[in-house]
C-alpha cells in the first residue's frame, strides 16, 4: 500500500511537470508569434519580407492584409521610385492602369511609429488624411517629416518594416526613372510585383522571419516608447510654463501678449531692426509641441521685426542671455490664417519658451 501511494505520488509529480512544460511551452509560442504578420513580397528584382505591427497600426495592417488575402497586389508595380526618399507602390498595373480600391481608412500616423529607412507606410492623398487605401511606400532613408503633422493635419501612417530583402529596395531605388501618362519619377523598366502573400506558422521560413519579426518590433516598440516619452516630457515643461503664466510672476502687455522673465538677461535689449539668434520651443495650449530649435540643435537667427508681431514684441523687450515664457494671442501670432504646416490653427494661442543668445 505505501508502495502504491508513493507510485501514485509520482506519477501526480510527472502529470504536473508535463503540464507545467506544456504551457511554458505554449507561453513560449505565444511570446514568438508576438503581435505582427509577416509578408512576402516577390518583385521582378528580387523577395521583400515585411514585419506589420498590429499592435501599434491594427487598422493599416489588417487593412494590408485584406488586399493581399484578395490577391490585388499580385501584378502591381512600383510606380514612384525617389532615390534619395521612398519607392512607392500596390496601386498601378504594368500598363500604367490604377486599380480600383475599397474606401480609405483612418490615419494612424500618431501611433508613434516613425518614417525611418526601411519602415512601411500608407500613402494618401495630400490634403486628405483618411484617403489611404492600398498604395503603400518603403522608406528609403529616415524621412522625419513624414512622421510630423503636415498641412492637413495629420502625418503619414508607419504600419511595418522590412526585415529581409533590404538590399532589395537599396536596388530599386537606383534604376533609372522618367515620366510615363503624366506622371514623374515612374521607373523606365517596369519593377514588377508579382505576388504579396502572407507568410503562415506552417511555411518553412516561418521560424526564421518570426525571430527577425520580433527582433524589429521590440526595436521598433522602443523607439516608439522613447518617442511618447519625449512627447509626455514637451507636456510637462508645457504645464510648467502654463503655472508660471498663471502665477503673479505673469505680466500682461497692452497687446495682450503675456510673458514671464525665468531668467533675467544681464545684456543688451535688440533694436526691432536687429538680427537676433535664440534657442525656442513652441507649444500649442493642449501642451503638443509643433518647433523647437533645441530638438533640431540648431538656434535660430532672424531679423527681429520678420516675425510674428508676438515675437517682435516679447523677444524685443529682452536682454541677451534672458529665458522668457511667451503666451502669445491668435492676433499676435498667425491670426486667422494659422499655420496648417505646423498645426497651428486659425487664431490659435501659442506658448514659446526663448532664450536670446546673441544680437547680430
Not at 107 to 131: C, F, H, Q, V, Y
Not at 193 to 214: L, N, Q, T
Request: aromatic share 6%; glycine share 10%.
Amino acid at each position: 500500500m505505501f508502495r502504491n501511494r508513493i507510485n501514485l505520488m509520482l506519477a501526480a509529480l510527472i502529470a504536473v511537470t508535463a503540464t507545467t512544460a506544456t504551457m511554458a511551452d505554449d507561453d513560449k509560442k505565444k511570446d514568438d508569434k508576438m503581435d505582427f504578420a509577416i509578408v512576402k513580397m516577390e518583385t521582378s528584382m528580387g523577395d521583400i519580407v515585411l514585419m506589420l505591427d498590429k499592435a501599434n497600426a491594427p487598422v493599416s495592417t489588417e487593412n494590408f492584409l485584406a488586399y493581399t488575402s484578395d490577391g490585388f497586389y499580385d501584378g502591381t508595380i512600383f510606380h514612384r521610385v525617389i532615390s534619395n526618399f521612398m519607392i512607392q507602390g500596390g496601386g498601378f498595373t504594368a500598363d500604367m492602369n490604377k486599380k480600383d480600391t475599397r474606401p480609405g481608412i483612418a490615419n494612424e500616423w500618431d501611433n508613434g511609429l516613425k518614417n525611418d529607412r526601411g519602415t512601411i507606410a500608407m500613402a494618401r492623398l495630400g490634403g486628405k488624411p483618411d484617403s489611404a487605401t492600398s498604395q503603400f511606400f518603403i522608406n528609403v532613408v529616415d524621412n522625419d517629416r513624414l512622421s510630423q503633422r503636415q498641412g492637413d493635419g495629420a502625418g503619414y501612417a508607419v504600419f511595418g518594416s522590412v526585415i529581409d530583402g533590404m538590399d532589395v529596395v537599396d536596388n530599386i531605388k537606383k534604376v533609372p526613372t522618367g515620366s510615363k501618362n503624366a506622371m514623374a519619377n515612374v521607373p523606365v523598366d517596369t519593377v514588377l510585383i508579382k505576388k504579396v502573400s502572407i507568410v503562415e506558422e506552417s511555411d518553412d521560413d516561418y521560424d526564421k522571419y518570426a525571430k527577425m519579426a520580433k527582433k524589429k518590433c521590440e526595436e521598433m516598440a522602443k523607439r516608439a516608447e522613447a518617442a511618447q516619452e519625449k512627447i509626455a516630457k514637451a507636456a510637462a515643461r508645457c504645464q510648467e510654463a502654463k503655472d508660471l503664466l498663471a502665477s503673479d510672476k505673469c505680466k500682461t502687455s497692452d497687446t495682450g501678449l503675456k510673458f514671464v522673465d525665468v531668467v533675467e538677461g544681464k545684456g543688451e535689449s535688440p533694436e526691432k531692426t536687429d538680427q537676433v539668434t535664440v534657442h525656442y520651443t513652441g507649444w500649442l495650449t493642449n501642451g503638443k509641441k509643433f518647433d523647437s530649435s533645441l530638438d533640431r540643435g540648431q538656434p535660430a537667427t532672424f531679423p527681429l521685426n520678420r516675425v510674428i508681431a508676438g515675437w517682435t514684441e516679447g523677444v524685443g523687450g529682452m536682454k541677451v542671455g534672458g529665458k522668457r515664457i511667451l503666451m502669445i494671442p491668435g492676433k499676435l501670432g498667425y491670426g486667422e490664417r494659422g499655420a496648417p504646416g505646423a498645426g497651428i490653427g486659425p487664431n490659435e494661442t501659442l506658448i514659446f519658451e526663448v532664450e536670446l543668445l546673441e544680437i547680430k
